[in-house]
């Protein structure tokens, strides 16, 4: 599945944004879905993960402030940010694994920029 990552901008401190990952087709038998994020000069980190259940994890850093969520019909999944701080800022990448017996699939958006200024 190709995924499109869009939403992001530049938000000062406290504000909102709502990312958007569109998947090219249906993410009904999609395993889980992520959003990762890096900043400038470190590794990519995970920020919020989705299964088909609907079951959510977090970082910690995120914990409380952000919300990911998904739309099967819409075949998009969301990261509702809040609060945001300027080590929020990096550019933001959606992911989408699939899984079955003896294959596994793990496809990526291209990324989209958050910049939250002080």
């Known amino acids: 599945v190709q995924l499109q990552a869009s939403g992001g901008g530049l938000v000062q401190a406290g504000g909102s944004l709502r990312l958007s990952c569109a998947a090219s087709?249906?993410?009904?038998?999609?395993?889980?879905m992520g959003w990762h994020r890096q900043a400038l000069g470190k590794q990519r980190e995970l920020v919020a993960r989705?299964?088909?259940?609907?079951?959510?994890s977090y970082s910690d850093s995120v914990k409380g402030r952000f919300t990911v969520s998904r739309d099967n019909a819409k075949n998009t999944m969301y990261l509702q940010m809040n609060n945001l701080k300027p080590e929020d800022t990096g550019v933001y990448y959606c992911?989408?694994?699939?899984?079955?017996?003896?294959?596994?699939?793990?496809?990526w958006g291209q990324g989209t920029q958050v910049t939250v200024s002080s």
């Open positions: 992911n989408a694994e699939e899984y079955g017996t003896g294959w596994a699939r793990d496809d």
């Open positions: 087709g249906s993410i009904d038998s999609i395993t889980r």
């Open positions: 989705i299964t088909s259940s609907g079951t959510t």
